[in-house]
């Protein structure tokens, strides 16, 4: 009789330590939130100069062509088709119109109905702001689906270093809102329309 308790025992502890085992293991495996649903692959800062269009009017006076300052996203999303994705942009600077106070410019850029593959997300700053101002130091992007963040990148190992400062919005430009709309269209997905104010 007391072997068979003992036995019992045994068994029963060994049972439990496979149990812990097991769900300290699964815990210890445990991916990244969003990571069934995107990845960013890379984040780089690019020069572009304003593209320039060929018309037939006779009017058509051709500028200089200045450096626009642009952050680029490459990314890659699992599902066949995501509803919508927000891609939130930080750009930091050191405004040398202003004693170098720091500046960071935020932007907001949702995409919708994109399908499973690679795309790309862009950002940009008019020449105008850095003549004025000077150049991006640090730039990050937050992607969120259903308003849960999934994905992050950032060019300073600090994390979420761009909550230390208070955003200015309305800076940033996404690239409907410049003379890029209309370069490489089909390798962009489609920017959901901001809302109508009433």
């Known amino acids: 009789m007391t072997h068979r308790i003992r036995s019992t025992r045994v068994?029963?502890?060994?049972?439990?330590?496979?149990?812990?085992?097991?769900?300290?293991?699964?815990f210890g495996q445990a991916v990244a939130p969003g990571a069934?649903?995107?990845?960013?692959?890379?984040?780089?800062?690019a020069k572009e100069k304003t593209p320039i269009y060929q018309t037939?009017?006779?009017?058509?006076?051709?500028?200089?062509?200045p450096d626009w300052w642009r952050a680029v996203v490459e990314f890659e999303t699992a599902p066949d088709w995501v509803d919508e994705l927000e891609f939130t942009f930080y750009a930091y600077l050191e405004d040398q119109s202003a004693r170098n106070a720091p500046v960071?410019?935020?932007?907001v850029v949702t995409y919708?109905?994109?399908?499973?593959g690679r795309h790309n997300a862009d950002i940009f700053l008019h020449p105008n702001v850095i003549d004025r101002m000077?150049?991006?130091?640090?730039?990050?992007?937050?992607?969120?689906?259903?308003?849960?963040v999934v994905a992050t990148e950032s060019s300073a190992q600090k994390p979420n270093w761009w909550e230390q400062f208070p955003p200015?919005?309305?800076?940033?430009?996404?690239?409907a809102q410049t003379p890029f709309a209309l370069?490489?269209?089909?390798?962009y997905n489609v920017i959901k329309p901001a809302a109508v104010a009433r």
């Open 36 to 45: 069934d649903i995107i990845r960013i692959r890379k984040m780089t800062p």
């Open 168 to 175: 200015v919005n309305g800076v940033l430009l996404n690239r």
């Open 134 to 148: 000077g150049v991006i130091k640090q730039m990050a992007v937050v992607v969120k689906h259903q308003g849960m």
């Open 183 to 187: 370069i490489d269209y089909d390798a």
């Open 56 to 65: 037939s009017m006779r009017t058509q006076r051709s500028g200089r062509a």
């Open 112 to 116: 919708v109905n994109i399908p499973k």
């Open 104 to 107: 960071m410019f935020r932007g």
């Open 11 to 26: 068994l029963g502890w060994v049972v439990c330590t496979a149990l812990g085992l097991s769900v300290a293991g699964a």
